[in-house]
């Protein structure tokens, strides 16, 4: 398989944070995909005034067409390029889809985060930890055209690079979403206000392929048209490993190299 991300791609996803793979998976298929959404949601496409909530959540789908967006050769030549062959476990769908609509009410689910993978034995919540436990990256698949009008996910350029220095001091352990993002935001790194911001736009059938500890965030939908993502995790078959002897590091490990100030 011919390599599908450019170099200048793959070192712009370990400064950046994140790669847009434009025709990941067909148009025509996403636009499969959305009709199944719209009827799983109840409303009326061509009905706005069905559209009383600002944001509608679906839950994971291993239906047919998403098996087929989720497991392209294209997706999967970027997954080995970004995580490493044999690092990184195949999807058998996608989910969750946060669907945003126009609406005049407040989403209340826009503030900055990072995604977490999971739930140490004993505790409550979901964690994450410096070697991104579970998790090798976040995905934003987009099943409709969405532009700037359309509530694009807002990204903080570089970000990722901030959060290793937080989660360093609690080894592999961890620590608990709400306390990370606690302590991000005390330090101002959290909005980290000297960081741009970048919107997930593009055209269906494109998708975002994050490092796992970009921060990011929703906004509204304040266009015309209902906006279709799904956002799920690529999962890993291991931790990532930041002290490789051989010095094989994959790009999303060399960003975390990086935001520790590692040398190689």
């Known amino acids: 398989m011919h390599d599908v991300l450019t170099a200048d791609q ?5 400064t950046d944070g994140f790669v847009r793979l434009e025709v990941a ?19 009326a496409e061509d009905d706005p005034a069905t559209w009383t909530q600002p944001v509608v959540r679906l839950w994971g789908y291993a239906d047919e067409p998403f098996q087929r967006a989720a497991t392209t050769e294209r997706l999967h030549g970027a997954f080995d390029q970004l995580v490493g062959p044999g690092r990184w476990l195949p999807r ?28 140490p034995e004993g505790e409550a919540g979901y964690w994450l930890n410096l070697f991104s436990r579970e998790r090798s990256l976040l995905m934003l698949f987009l099943f409709s055209d969405v532009d700037a009008d359309h509530g694009p996910t807002r990204i903080k350029v570089g970000s990722h690079l901030d959060v290793p220095a937080f989660l ?7 620590l608990d979403l709400m306390e ?16 741009e911001v970048a919107f997930a736009t593009g055209r269906a059938g ?59």
């Open 168 to 174: 360093e001091p609690a080894g592999e352990r961890g």
């Open 10 to 14: 793959i070192e712009r996803f370990v």
């Open 25 to 43: 998976f067909p148009r025509e298929l996403a636009e499969e995909c959305r009709a199944f959404l719209w009827r799983e949601t109840g409303l």
């Open 92 to 119: 058998t769908g996608l989910g969750t889809f946060p669907i945003r609509f126009p609406h005049p009410e407040d989403p209340g689910d826009t503030g900055w985060h990072v995604d977490a993978s999971y739930t």
């Open 180 to 195: 990370l993002c606690r302590s991000m935001d005390a330090a101002g790194r959290l909005d980290a206000p000297d960081r």
């Open 206 to 264: 494109d998708v975002y392929l994050c490092h796992p500890f970009l921060i990011h965030a929703a906004q509204p939908n304040r266009g015309t048209r209902a906006r279709f993502i799904a956002q799920p995790p690529l999962y890993s078959a291991a931790p990532l490993e930041l002290d490789r002897a051989d010095g094989t590091y994959s790009p999303v490990e060399r960003a975390v190299r990086l935001g520790l100030a590692r040398q190689g």
